[in-house]
């Protein structure tokens, strides 16, 4: 499975952002997803997962109420979108395929992962 991220962009504190996330390959497998982050000089973090069926979601605390994800099976995309955005909330963004169709927080349970989009939030 392939992972491309795109949306990534320029954005001013209190704005949104939507970030895509299209699968390609082998993608047949039912995958859960999920968006992690990565700030400079920081370790990747947890922000947002999906399961397969769409129907169990998670966050991390820091964007609950803030960022929504979803996800388009029949076109092989997840989407993040992202409001009321914070300086705090910059960083490269990358989705991630999970080796189980359920939503997962857990960095280690993902197999796959895209090239990651950078999001900048200006205060």
């Known amino acids: 499975v392939q992972l491309q991220a795109s949306g990534g962009g320029l954005v001013q504190a209190g704005g949104s952002l939507r970030l895509s996330c299209t699968a390609s390959g082998r993608t047949s497998s039912n995958n859960g997803m999920g968006w992690f982050r990565q700030a400079p000089g920081k370790e990747r973090e947890f922000v947002a997962t999906v399961s397969w069926k769409g129907d169990t979601t998670y966050y991390a605390d820091s964007v609950k109420g803030r960022f929504s994800i979803s996800r388009d099976n029949a076109a092989n995309t997840v989407y993040l979108q992202m409001s009321s955005l914070k300086p705090e909330d910059t960083a490269v963004y990358y989705c991630?395929?999970?080796?189980?169709?359920?939503?997962?927080?857990?960095?280690?349970?993902?197999?796959?992962w895209g090239q990651g989009t950078l999001v900048t939030v200006s205060s």
């Open positions: 991630a395929a999970a080796l189980t169709a359920a939503a997962t927080t857990s960095k280690e349970r993902y197999r796959y």
